[in-house]
């Protein structure tokens, strides 16, 4: 809608945030991220110490309830305003979701650095079509969403200090909604929590660049893939090959006082071969845009069930 604009047109957005309080936003973040979810620093530390240090995120994801301004547009202002600009909508309608991404503003594409210190990563975000569920379903989500009507403001507070903008949720809720659409109970209970970021395969150093390897060396370190469709989803075009571990699970205390598992974030590998026209360039004049860029909705569709039930009884043997 008005986020999107024109194809082709990448238009540049004056930033009015300085970029190391940008990068400190991304690293609070990160940290609340990492320390909830030992599988993510567990592969981060792997494949750092495999790779000889130095890696890139390719893109960080949230997830979002498209209902009182709780939208992709709560977790986009953040970056908007730093300069980010959107690029693509993808739409997966037996989900009820929709996603944008926002490309970072360009002569941050390929700097040095690593980590969120790095070359800055493209952000994913989507959001549930909260309309598109049973009056049931409405109705709980709104209940949270409505309660904190100026909550939506302060998403990037929430994924910061890893806390919700809405009240405690009851289990009861929460199991109503996880029939319905798994990706509504994890946004109910994990708000706008970093979904996962991603390792930039392409850029790494060693063999494990290329992502075959790279799963290779994370299930023989005994982490479960995502296997939904398979383990590598591959774009129609051939050239955006991704993977992800299957999401931790953590403990949530209830509205009710219970505690109960419940899914939390996973980390995913994204590599992008050089596009057609750039094939003949050689390797050290290679940058980011002469790559495969964007999502696909054929993979996205599998990446998400990385938190879904039927991916972590898998892993879990249950
Ligand atoms: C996002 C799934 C899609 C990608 O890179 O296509 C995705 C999610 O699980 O919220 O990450
Ligand atoms: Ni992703």
Sequence with gaps: RDLIQK????????????ETFFRKVLEATENIYLNK????????????????????YDHFAFRTFDVDGCGISAMAQFFLDFGYVVRDELRFPKKHLRALWFSPPEHLLDCKGEGVNGPLPRIFISELLVDKLSPEAQVIIKKYTDVSAHGN??????SVTGSLTWPTPLFSDYQLLARESEYAAW???????????????????????????LNELIQSNKFKLNSEGSILKVSPDGRLLQSSTVADS???????????????????FAERLVSPEYENLPDDKILECHRRDGFEVGNADKIFESTSAGQICQKLAC
Aim: charged share 25%.
């Design 7 to 18: 194809k082709g047109k990448i238009q540049k957005r004056p930033s009015t945030i300085p």
């Design 37 to 56: 979810n030992p599988t993510a620093t567990s592969v981060l530390d792997l494949v750092r110490r495999y790779d000889g240090g130095q890696l890139c």
């Design 250 to 268: 953590m403990v949530f205390h209830f509205a009710e006082g219970t505690s109960e598992s419940v899914p939390a974030s996973y980390i995913e």
């Design 187 to 213: 946004t109910l209970v994990n708000g706008y929590a970093l979904n996962h970021l991603t390792i930039s395969v392409h850029r790494l150093k060693s063999d494990v660049r290329k992502i075959e390897k």
């Design 153 to 158: 403001k302060y998403a990037a507070l929430a």
